[in-house]
């Protein structure tokens, strides 16, 4: 069983930055890919960035491509997300997950989410 707990969501205005953890316990085995999602009032679960973390590999969504930077501690079994650049359409509620069959396959484990709000 693997569980996920994000932190550090908050305010911050467009053009800022954010840092977002997500810290694992349990067993996250190397073929494991590691994802951050979000999601607002109304709207679906989008995907923002999935690092594979064995080789490091990264994915990223278009929309936050180049501002974005996912990265991984294998030792401290933690995920980071560097938000840099922020703008008012990144505000949602940001969730860590895990999938254990890897980049691609379904996320098998979900955080509760950190609520990350960017005023204009």
């Known amino acids: 069983q693997v569980r996920l707990e994000e932190s550090g969501g908050g305010l911050v205005q467009a053009g800022g930055s954010l840092r977002l953890s997500c810290a694992a316990s349990g067993s996250i085995f190397s073929n494991y890919a590691m994802g951050w999602f979000r999601q607002t009032p109304g709207k679906e679960r989008s995907f923002v960035a999935t690092?594979?973390?064995?080789?490091?590999?990264?994915y990223y969504a278009d929309s936050v491509k180049g501002r974005f930077t996912i990265s991984r501690d294998n030792a401290k079994n933690t995920v980071t997300l560097q938000m840099n650049s922020l703008k008012p359409e990144d505000t949602a509620v940001y969730y860590c997950?895990?999938?254990?069959?890897?980049?691609?396959?379904?996320?098998?484990?979900w955080g509760r989410g950190t609520q990350v709000t960017v005023s204009s």
């Open positions: 997950a895990a999938a254990e069959g890897g980049v691609g396959a379904p996320y098998n484990y």
């Open positions: 690092i594979n973390y064995r080789t490091g590999s990264t």
